[in-house]
């Protein structure tokens, strides 16, 4: 499966109710609050976590009913926080919000949005982005993760990217070759189809999944 056919997946998936409860159950409830409050300064910083949260939902899902793609990285408050090890060997470790970055030598070396492996042995890494305009200039760091997680795994590696919108352009000039796009209209502001009162202060359990995996096992 190649990053454009995940991309096409993407691109035809429905945001229900239910992937946007998920979505949310990511959020810490002062984020749920600012989430709901299109006033606040930190509404547009919040909703882009919200919809980075419900791509990750949606390619969740639609894992599922494919078997083209063996496994899933998990993220955000499915992802098991662990304090660094200096004497870890290199590669994914998580940030305490769920973050999936990439050590070496010590250091972090890249932080990716998501992480896919398919059934023939590709490693797909995703780029969840809101603004199609603030892409500009991202060659290069596309072309150091790539380079990164094929010194590390040794899989042939392909890029996605996830957009809010569609880009003024048409295109994203940064995917290119095996790369693609998908763009999720509506993803951004989706939240608005559940009632508050229905995620703001309940306990949500993780989405169910067969393909969601910890790092360390990607």
Not at 85 to 98: C, E, M, N, V
Not at 146 to 160: M, S
Not at 207 to 216: A, E, L, Q
């Amino acid at each position: 499966m190649s990053a454009s056919e995940i991309a096409a997946l993407l691109s035809h998936a429905e945001i229900t109710p239910q992937y946007i409860r998920h979505a949310v159950h990511h959020l810490t409830k002062p984020e749920r609050s600012i989430l709901y409050d299109a006033a606040h300064p930190l509404h547009r910083s919040v909703s882009g976590k919200y919809f980075e949260a419900v791509v990750y939902e949606l390619l969740l899902g639609c894992a599922e009913h494919s078997d083209a793609i063996v496994s899933i990285a998990a993220k955000f408050s499915d992802a098991e926080y662990l304090p660094y090890d200096k004497y870890a060997p290199d590669g994914l470790w998580y940030s305490r919000d769920g973050g999936i970055r990439f050590r070496v030598d010590g250091k972090v070396a890249a932080e990716m949005d998501l992480l896919v492996k398919t059934s023939d042995g590709v490693r797909v890494f995703g780029e969840v982005i809101i603004n199609p305009s603030g892409v500009r200039g991202f060659r290069s760091e596309i072309s150091a993760k790539k380079k990164l997680l094929a010194d590390l795994y040794g899989d042939p590696v392909q890029f996605l990217m996830v957009l809010a919108e569609v880009p003024p352009s048409g295109n994203v000039r940064c995917v290119e070759g095996s790369d693609a796009y998908a763009v999720i209209p509506g993803g951004l502001l989706s939240y608005a189809q559940v009632h508050p009162g229905e995620v703001m202060k309940r306990k949500l359990s993780p989405s169910v999944s067969t393909k969601r995996v910890p790092g360390t096992m990607w």
